[in-house]
């Protein structure tokens, strides 16, 4: 099951320095990232246990691959810091009660769980620990 809520996406990106008015955010790697959406997903890990993951997604149009300047080496920081600087922020919304938060990147809009080949992605999956993200 899937829930988007994009107010407090909103209301989360207002509160990020570095948000300029146009939503743009500035990250590490200085390349144009701009919010696109925020979905609270329920899983089942391997265990039987459920779990609620934070997909947060950007569009980062400087990452494709063939007319991208920006590789997942430069980018894997920004990923870093946009789970740090928003992904926190969303999941203290919930009160904490997201297992996982899962920071995607793309040249250009795709809707989530589709497939195209032609669609740079770069991803990385974190769990929170007392306010800090923990790559998975």
Request: glycine share 10%; proline share 6%; hydrophobic share 45%.
């Amino acid at each position: 099951m899937t829930r988007l809520f994009a107010l407090p996406v909103a209301l989360a990106l207002m509160a990020v320095p570095g948000v300029a008015q146009v939503g743009r955010l500035e990250v590490p790697s200085g390349q144009l990232v701009l919010p696109y959406e925020a979905l609270w997903e329920d899983h089942i890990n391997e265990d039987g246990a459920r779990e609620t993951w934070l997909i947060i997604r950007f569009l980062a149009p400087q990452i494709a691959r063939e007319k991208g300047q920006i590789k997942f080496g430069d980018a894997e920081p920004d990923i870093a810091f946009l789970c740090s600087e928003i992904g926190v922020k969303l999941a203290a919304m919930t009160g904490g009660g997201v297992d996982q938060v899962v920071v995607t990147l793309m040249d250009q809009p795709l809707p989530r769980g589709m497939r195209d080949t032609g669609v740079t992605k770069f991803m990385s999956a974190y769990r929170i620990d007392d306010g800090v993200c923990i790559w998975n």
